[in-house]
């Protein structure tokens, strides 16, 4: 089956550091990737939407400086959180499709625990 | 836009059959999923629904009605093991999944 790797798993920063985030599609090529963000006891919220070699598409609200996004190659998406500020603390999980035909069987990483302290 | 409703909560024994239910508004449909995420943990897709009817895969079942934009995750001999938040999610044309709130559910012994 699709398997989607996601790293750092857990992550703590200082105030106004910047992280990375690294999303892989391990074994098939994920024309789309998508970024969700999730607080405790809430839904996912979707940030961004990430197609290979193309802007990502940010959703309403979400500052497209402050949450970098790079989907570089079909099997590489990163979100970079610039300035991290302790309200960017949060679970970070990605998801990618291999093509737009195949949408209901969504596959997620294992996800990101942000803490900025 | 989507917008989703389910239940904030449930509680069940183990044994017994639950039903989440699941109510959209949707400006076009394209199908209704179910996921599954433990405390921690990543969403898992348990299943998916394009047309009415009934989906049965394994002690997990969802059914569609599009008419009446309702949905429902019917989870039977539930085990401890089931307790987690239980998400239905509809996609829009450009494949992005939209969650609704999620239902916690708690299997009691």
């Known amino acids: 089956g699709a398997v989607v790797s996601q790293h750092p798993s857990r992550v703590i920063c200082k105030s106004g550091t910047s992280v990375k985030i690294e999303c892989r599609s391990l074994?098939?090529?994920?024309?789309?990737m998508f970024w969700y963000r999730q607080f405790p006891k809430q839904s996912l919220m979707l940030m961004a939407t990430?197609?290979?070699?193309?802007?990502?598409?940010?959703e309403q609200g979400v500052e497209k400086d402050k949450f970098l996004i790079n989907h570089a190659s079909l099997t590489l998406s990163t979100l970079t959180v610039t300035s991290a500020h302790p309200e960017d603390s949060s679970f970070y999980i990605c998801?990618?499709?291999?093509?737009?035909?195949?949408?209901?069987?969504?596959?997620f990483g294992s996800g990101t625990r942000l803490t900025v302290v | 836009g989507q917008s989703l409703e389910q239940p904030s909560e449930v509680t069940a024994v183990e044994g017994a059959i639950v039903q989440i239910n699941c109510t959209y508004q949707?400006?076009?449909?394209?199908?209704l999923s179910w996921y599954q995420q433990h405390d921690g943990g990543a969403p898992t897709f348990l299943s998916y629904?394009?047309?009415?009817g009934l989906e049965e895969t394994g002690r997990f079942s969802s059914f569609l009605s599009r008419s009446d934009s309702y949905g429902y995750l019917l989870l039977q001999e539930l085990q401890m093991k089931d307790s987690a938040s239980y998400f239905c999610?509809?996609?829009?044309?450009?494949?992005?999944?939209?969650f609704g709130q999620g239902t916690e559910l708690s299997v009691k012994p």
């Open positions: 998801s990618a499709i291999r093509d737009r035909e195949f949408y209901y069987g969504y596959t």
């Open positions: 074994d098939f090529q994920a024309t789309t």
């Open positions: 990430s197609n290979e070699g193309s802007k990502a598409t940010y």
């Open positions: 949707t400006s076009g449909f394209y199908g």
């Open positions: 629904n394009g047309l009415d």
């Open positions: 999610a509809v996609r829009d044309e450009g494949g992005k999944l939209i």
